[in-house]
Structures are given as structure tokens and as C-alpha cells.
């Protein structure tokens, strides 16, 4: 250990400084490689993933609201006393179709397959 520092030595402070220039530089890209860049490309993803989710958010409603147009504008049903009747079904709609696509689905357990 101290052969090896003697050869640093040898060069004077300028070469120890060197070596000092050296090994912060190599810390500091280890630092924003390990660090930085996977926190960008993390934020690519959240922001990629939330106009994802906010569309098909956006796009389920519209499926939802023109449902709810046409149970109400094309079927003479429920007019009068039953014009709740609408609401209700686009409502049972859309609470099966989140049970069925959402963490409901992936906490179901999945069907044994019996062997022969």
C-alpha cells in the first residue's frame, strides 16, 4: 500500500490531484447512471401510463354516456315512472365490467385443471 502511494506521490500534487479529478468524475457518471437515467426513464413511463389511463378512462365514459343516450332516446320503455331504468343499467354496466377488467380479476383465483 505504500509503494503505491509513493508512486503517486512522485508526481507531486499535481498528479495526486489528478487522480482525485479522475475519481470523482468516474463517481459522479456511476452517480447519474445508476441514478438519474433510471428515474428518467421511469418518468417516462408514469407519464406514458397516465395519458394511457386517462384516455381509456375518458373513452369508457363516452361508452358509458352513449349507452345511457340510447337506452333513454331509442327505447320507449322507460318513460314516466321507470326513466330511473337507464341510470340503473349503465350503472350495473359499468360496475361489472370493473369487476371483470380491474384488480378484482387478477385476485380471482384461477380454475384447477383436473388431470385425467
Request: charged share 20%; hydrophobic share 45%; glycine share 10%.
Amino acid at each position: 500500500m505504500a509503494s503505491r502511494f509513493s508512486r503517486i506521490m512522485r508526481g507531486g500534487p499535481s498528479r495526486l490531484f489528478g487522480h482525485t479529478r479522475d475519481t470523482t468524475a468516474l463517481l459522479r457518471d456511476y452517480l447519474v447512471q445508476e441514478t438519474v437515467d433510471p428515474v428518467r426513464t421511469l418518468g417516462r413511463y408514469v407519464l406514458w401510463g397516465t395519458l394511457g389511463s386517462f384516455f381509456v378512462g375518458a373513452g369508457a365514459l363516452m361508452l358509458l354516456v352513449g349507452l345511457l343516450r340510447l337506452l333513454q332516446g331509442e327505447t320507449s320503455a322507460f318513460h314516466g315512472n321507470l326513466s330511473w331504468v337507464p341510470y340503473l343499467i349503465v350503472t350495473l354496466v359499468a360496475t361489472v365490467l370493473r369487476i371483470v377488467t380491474g384488480p378484482a380479476r387478477r385476485r380471482r383465483p384461477k380454475p384447477v385443471k383436473e388431470s385425467q
